[in-house]
């Protein structure tokens, strides 16, 4: 299995498993819509990746799609950090949404 593959797979099972654990306690049940920049950001090393990589399979689930490349998921992903630095406020899907076009 490559890396990608592996980690699109461990952000479908951290996910189900955030989705899960939000359903357990309904006072920390939030939107991807309330997740700033600065949320993801202040995520530490595989914990950003993941949420980085959530941002991308929520916005490919949304559009229908199936297929991405790989190459430009990381182009992407380098630009939504250098644009969630300038923008520290900004709606984490509101910048993966421009940077995708």
């Known amino acids: ?3 990608t593959v592996r980690l699109i797979v461990a952000t479908a099972l951290s996910s189900l498993s955030l989705f899960s ?3 357990a306690q309904p006072s ?17 090393g ?10 991308h399979g929520f ?3 949304k559009s229908g ?3 991405f490349d790989v190459d430009a998921l ?3 992903s380098r630009a939504f950090v250098e644009q969630c630095l300038d923008n520290p406020s900004a709606r984490a899907v ?5 940077i995708k076009g």
């Open 1 to 3: 299995m490559s890396g």
């Open 21 to 23: 654990f939000a359903q």
């Open 28 to 44: 920390s049940a939030r939107t991807i819509e309330q997740f700033t920049c600065k949320d993801v950001m202040r995520e530490e």
């Open 46 to 55: 595989t914990n950003r990746e993941v949420a980085i990589a959530f941002l």
């Open 59 to 61: 916005l490919l689930g």
């Open 65 to 67: 799609g199936t297929g």
């Open 74 to 76: 990381h182009k992407q």
């Open 94 to 98: 509101d910048v993966m949404t421009k």
